[in-house]
């Protein structure tokens, strides 16, 4: 079993900044693509950003220039700089693992933390 633990979510000024984390643990070989997640109300949870074993980072253009990915695999953590926030930021954020557990690979999210921007 894996679990995710998020942390560092709250309320914020609109062009103040947050930094989220999400730990993994458990029984694992190895953790691969690690993304994140957000959901506003009313609204699908739309992809943020996702980040590669080697550090390739993609993001939806809405927080380009703003969001910032990265993780530390020696204690398989992903993080999420978000900067310069805006409102329309304000979601639940969650994050999303993929881990190898031979012979195959399986994903897990994190129990989501709540990100308010105030204008």
């Known amino acids: 079993q894996v679990q995710l633990v998020e942390s560092g979510g709250g309320l914020v000024q609109a062009g103040g900044s947050l930094r989220l984390s999400c730990a993994a643990s458990?029984?694992?070989?190895?953790?691969?693509?690690m993304n994140w997640y957000r959901q506003a109300p009313g609204k699908q949870r739309e992809l943020v950003g996702v980040?590669?074993?080697?550090?390739?980072?993609n993001y939806v253009d809405s927080v380009k220039g703003r969001f910032t990915i990265s993780r530390d695999n020696a204690k398989n953590t992903v993080y999420l700089q978000m900067d310069s926030l805006k409102p329309e930021d304000t979601a639940v954020y969650y994050c999303?693992?993929?881990?190898?557990?031979?012979?195959?690979?399986?994903?897990?999210w994190g129990q989501g933390t709540q990100v308010t921007v105030s204008s």
């Open positions: 458990g029984i694992f070989f190895s953790v691969n693509t």
């Open positions: 980040i590669t074993r080697g550090g390739t980072t």
């Open positions: 999303n693992i993929v881990v190898s557990q031979p012979p195959r690979a399986y994903a897990y």
